[in-house]
């Protein structure tokens, strides 16, 4: 593990980014350049460090990620500047330069979507052995562009030609959800929700919100909604502007594609149009890493409530009810659990729930993809506690209260887009804060025993904060990074705070909960049998078991067999006490 606190020596920092790259000094030189274009191999090699750095890169930092003399460097440098690939900066750092956007629109325009998806529509056909789809917007309807059947295809006429529902299809609402608000509305006008089976969704607000989910998802799936006995998922395919420009499907019979094969196949259309688009690049929850044996590791776990959740998180020890509450963000349900039973109620809620507490005066709070929540468990019903006005294309996530009853939470943008997730604080009187601008991911949030640290985690930039917290005002200073990750060691996520000042997070494609000392240095590693341990909590009746929630969100199917209790919560003895939890106090 590797972790920041405070600035990094040079070294450390061409350490990190070469591994980051997969390049280390000189090996630029390990491959052998086609005879005659020795000068242009350095040049576009130097052009790719620079496009796959994550941030702009110095002068000293190419030359000893690429092996090159300075003055060979420097006099490539300025060709590709005067060619506008590369820019410079007036602090010296170099990134890519506005020619390059010129030429990705010519090859935008000049793309054909058909050639690029056949591979993928193959690959897709044997690896599910049902039908691949490629469609594309026309007249309201998605047009079949291309199609690669089954040896036993459905026969419903619907090859290549044939057109499908916007609102009834998975394609369709792939692409109606990542469609701008103009765009949307444009779309819409003439394509009435209209009813084809009991499955179709023809109410407008559940319908919105449905969008919402699959874009949180990232992928859509459609239960006979159309057609009686056909179930589907597709993931869109965006271009450089991030706008749809076409969809790509797996479809068969509702006895063969289950809906929980659906989820398990969600990961592979993903990866599918972002092949067909060449985005290869991937974005935070798309990927599990291999699995990484630790050196400090231990197995002690047990899994104390066998579930299958989308994206288990927020776990919260019910310490009156003696029992664990936590939340599905993307079933969305809240979860009551019996960890000595396994017992486990699932309460379906109307809205994508990224955190729910207990009420001092009774009842709960939870917040959502629209705000703060009153939730009854008994029914599900929601009702409007506090709405932040800028809250339209992102939704909440982590939160928890501090120890005067203040309810805290951040969030991130629904499709996870950096720069647009904020912390707020919701008062007891009502009042609700923005605390923070410009976050990634806002996620796990915790303090020490005596209130004066508050940490939270960024897990876009896989980094843990933490601030001085005045306990009796709210107010936070003094931001600091605590810890930080490598791209290959996982992203931190949902957290808890010990009596003793240590930090566990759980490491989101990481296999593990880690133990970070007051200090930001990690002194235990808890292995796990599943890719993405999600958040973590004392409970117990002494506080002293920590809770472990997870994700099966698009883990592949080769993912799930290795890692079938994705998605449960399991529970380890630590020994250690962690600090009481608080609920809401307004």
Known sequence: MHYTNGNNKMKDERDAWGDALGVSPCNVQKKVPVPGTQALWKGLSILKIIAEAPSSVRFSQLMELSGQPKGTLHRILQALIEFRLVRVDAEQTYTLGTRLFEMAHKVWNDFDLRGAAEPELIRLQKLSNETSRLGVFEDNSILIIDQKETMNPLRLELGVGKKLQLHASAMGKSMLAHLSPSDFSSAMVNCPLERFTANTIINEAEFMRHLDLVKARGYAISVEEQFVGVNSVAAPILDNAGKPIGSVSIAGGTYSLTQERLHSLGREVIEAARRISGHVGESFMSIATKRQPTKSGNNNWECVVASESFLGEGPHWNDELQRLEWVDILEPAAHISNPETGEDKTIHLPEIVGAMVPRRRGGHVAVTQFG??????????????????????????????????????????????????????????????????????????????????????????????????????????????????????????????DMEGGVWSAIWDGWRVVRFDQYGVIDRVIDLPVPRPTSCAFGGKDLSTLYITSARIRLSSEALSESPLSGSVFAVETGIKGVPINSFAG
């Open 372 to 497: 703060y929540r009153t939730v009854d468990l008994s029914t599900g019903a929601m009702l409007p506690l506090a709405t932040p006005s800028d809250i339209e294309g992102c939704r909440f996530n982590d939160g928890k209260c501090d120890a005067k009853g203040r309810f805290w939470a951040g969030t991130l943008a629904l499709d996870a887009s950096p720069g647009k997730g904020a912390l707020y604080c919701l008062e007891e009187n009502g009042k609700l804060t923005k605390v923070l601008s410009d976050l990634h991911i806002s996620n796990g949030i915790g303090w020490n025993a005596d209130s004066t640290k508050m940490y939270l985690t960024d897990s876009g930039e896989k980094t843990i904060y933490v601030f001085d917290f005045e306990l009796s005002s709210g107010l936070l200073s003094n931001r600091q990074v605590f810890a930080q990750l490598r791209d290959e060691e996982g992203s931190p996520d949902g957290l808890t705070v």
